[in-house]
């Protein structure tokens, strides 16, 4: 294989633009495989090789800017392939990982409808507690919140026995007020 002789750009001599434009043109056109196959041993997936091909050819576009010539153009471009492939696989292993989740997947929750079913009773629940006289109201919600009849009692500043007839008399005027919203 012909030796070609590229020239550094020298930025203390103002490298024109023109001249890292013809050393990016002559990597492009004799270093693009050597890029790929760097690509490849970092990226198996096709998209991403090619995002990864791209974000290499940006990066060496930039490096250019700083060629001397202490190496080949080879090598610069394979150090500049090389270390924007592992910057490229260090930001991957960074993101978490997503699956695409199979339409038939079982679900451990509840159905859609089920929720919506749900929702519905607590909605016709919270409306008819409303509707309760405040004593029986206090009582119930108390209930719901599985206090004991001496806890509610204490909370409100009532016997434990007085708490329990509340609770019943809430509960039975509870189920009357649902069965006629049914």
Known sequence: MATVSIEPLDPSSGGTPGDRQSLF????????????????????????RRELVQDI?????????????????KTFVA?????????????????????E???????????????????????RLVESIQK????????????????SYAEIGEVLGITSNAAMLRCQRARAALKAIMETRS
């Open 101 to 123: 989740l199979s339409p038939d997947l079982p679900s451990s929750g509840p159905r859609p409808d089920e929720i919506a079913v749900q929702n519905d009773m607590k909605q």
């Open 132 to 147: 309760l006289p405040i004593p029986q109201r206090e009582a119930i919600v108390l209930t719901l919140e599985e206090f």
């Open 57 to 73: 050819m940006l990066a060496l576009w930039m490096a250019l800017a700083t060629f001397r010539g202490e190496s080949s153009l």
């Open 79 to 99: 150090s500049v392939a090389q270390k924007r492939s592992i910057s490229h696989v260090t930001r991957r292993a960074r993101e978490p990982r997503q699956e």
């Open 25 to 48: 043109d002559h990597a492009r056109e004799h270093h693009i495989a050597l890029i790929n196959r760097i690509a490849l041993s970092y990226e198996i997936d096709p998209a991403l």
